[in-house]
């Protein structure tokens, strides 16, 4: 399948349960960050932002988490559903005015029926 | 409809080859990008316009040249393709507003290169 080969850490849940994906960012004064989805064969999609002089934030069944001591961000969505199931990814815009965002590696998440 | 539309979506050609890849937006966004994604699925900026402008460029071989006609576009070019250039390549824009820190980018659908 796809993931053959990827070595993208992963997640394997089942339908209904709730869903904690995580991400260590790498630069301090990262003042922006973003959740991406990517579903196979389209692009990144985006699903929550979150500034840093906050430590959570909610939208649509996704709930987003920064821990800015540690440098962790963290994604939750509850009751994930099988349409879930895609490569997420924290961006981190480390501020300046060069709109430069870094991509963190991605998570697999796989919502078994 | 679509927002951020590129073209084509899959482009198979030889090594030493010269190709185009177009990308447009229609949100009204003034700054583009390039991103080049590996069979491992990481992300790499490679190039970002503001306004027609390049405002980054992250060591990307000669090879490739953006261009970027007026705000709506950013075409990329590739010379004398490699194998290695193989990936999935992703263009995005974003409003670009100076000094806004949200400054969320949108993606386009992607174009698969592969280099034989």
């Known amino acids: 399948g796809e993931s053959v080969g990827l070595h993208l850490p992963t997640l394997s849940v089942q339908e209904g349960d709730n869903s904690i994906i995580n991400c260590a960012y790498s630069?301090?004064?990262?003042?922006?960050f973003i959740w991406y989805k990517q579903e196979s064969g389209k692009g990144p999609q985006f699903i929550i932002d979150i500034r840093s002089n906050m430590d959570k934030r909610q939208g649509q069944r996704v709930t987003v988490l920064l821990n800015k001591t540690v440098k962790h961000l963290s994604l939750q969505i509850a009751a994930t559903q099988p349409g879930d199931s895609a490569v997420y990814f924290c961006a981190e815009n480390s501020g300046g005015s060069n709109y430069k965002l870094t991509f963190g590696k991605g998570t697999l998440l796989t919502v078994n029926p | 409809d679509t927002a951020v539309s590129q073209t084509p979506k899959y482009l198979v050609t030889q090594m030493g080859n010269d190709k185009s890849i177009k990308c447009e937006q229609n949100?009204?966004?003034?700054?583009m990008y390039w991103y080049k994604q590996d069979s491992k699925k990481f992300l790499k900026i490679m190039f970002s316009y503001n306004n027609k402008e390049l405002i980054i460029n992250e060591t990307v071989p000669n090879r490739f040249s953006p261009k970027s006609p007026d705000k709506a576009h950013l075409n990329l070019h590739i010379n004398s393709l490699e194998l290695g250039d193989s990936a999935v390549y992703f263009c995005?824009?974003?409003?670009?507003?100076?000094?806004?820190?949200?400054?969320?980018?949108?993606f386009g659908p992607g174009t698969r290169l592969t280099v034989l």
């Open positions: 995005a824009s974003s409003p670009g507003l100076a000094g806004v820190i949200t400054d969320t980018q949108y």
């Open positions: 949100l009204g966004h003034d700054t």
């Open positions: 630069n301090s004064a990262s003042d922006y």
